[in-house]
């Protein structure tokens, strides 16, 4: 069975998380294979982040994309199998949470 990490765009204006590109490495394996998922081109920016590690063992890659790929509008998922991952349909809803008091601010007071 293949492993692989998905990187995901997270499209905020309309509220969903989209593949962008996977990137297949297997357990206890090593180097990576990277598919793009869409028209532009991923597969030179994983290299571009991974450098030397791309002929390393698969844990060590996995932790370099992960930590590269932790912001706000791309993210690296955790290393899964195809049969699980929820990107197989290409996207996914981002999940909304409602905020409770401690995390609301206090509206300015005006002078």
């Not at 390393?56 to 590269?68: D, G, N």
């Not at 999940?95 to 609301?104: H, I, N, S, T």
Request: proline share 5%; with cysteine.
């Amino acid at each position: 069975m293949s492993h692989h990490i998905d990187l995901i765009q997270n499209n905020w204006g309309i509220g969903r998380q989209e593949l962008a590109a996977r990137i297949f490495v297997e357990p206890g394996g090593y180097g990576l294979i990277v598919k793009d998922a869409t028209e532009e081109q991923w597969e030179v920016n994983v290299f571009d982040v991974v450098g030397s590690l791309a002929s390393h063992e698969s844990e060590e890659i996995v932790e370099r994309l992960m930590t590269a790929y932790d912001g706000p509008y791309v993210v690296a998922s955790e290393l899964h199998c195809d049969d699980d991952c929820p990107f197989n349909g290409g996207h996914v809803a981002i999940e909304r949470k409602a905020v409770g008091p401690a995390f609301l601010l206090e509206r300015p007071r005006s002078a």
